[in-house]
Each structure stands twice: as C-alpha cells, then as structure tokens.
C-alpha cells in the first residue's frame, strides 16, 4: 500500500527540523505527518550518510571540536560566575558578623 507522497523539499525541510529541534513527535505534530514516516526518512538519511562518522546531539554533521570548545567556554563562564557567587556569599557572611559584633 502506497502512501502519500512528500515532497523532496518537504522531507529536507522536516529533517532539517528534526535535527535542529531533536524532537520527531513535535515535528510531525506541525506538519500532520505521521511520526513513523519522518522515522523512517530519519533512518533513511543515517544509512545514506553511514560513512560518515561524525556524532553528537541532534545532529548528523555534528563538529565535535567545535562543540567541544563551546562547551569548554560555558564550563569557564559558569565558573567563573560561581566564583564570584562564592566570593559574593563570604563578603556578606563577613558583614554579618561584623554588625552583629558592633
């Protein structure tokens, strides 16, 4: 049995979405196409590309060192702000025993 037929643009598209979004139910939710069809297109893009072996989230050409180095510069940012929030805790802890003193 035959279904409908997509368009090559539309199942680009809704791939597109899927690995940005990484959410298949969502997308086919949008686009009223059943999610074993955009399952099966997924699993059809990953055969197709096979020799390829970059990975990573929600992504078939997925870079790892670039994600890498984002998640590296995130990793400093966050230190740093709990740096900060710890130097922040230990002056007002400090003030509050110096009001308490005088």
Known sequence: ????GYSEELKEQVLREV????NM?????NHNIPSTTINTWVRKRKNATKGDSSRGPKSSNFNSSNYNKELEKENDLLKKTLGEKDLEIAILKDLLKKKNLL
Do not use: Q, W
């Open 1 to 4: 049995m035959k279904g409908k």
């Open 19 to 22: 690995e940005e979004t990484g």
């Open 25 to 29: 139910t969502l997308v086919a939710r």
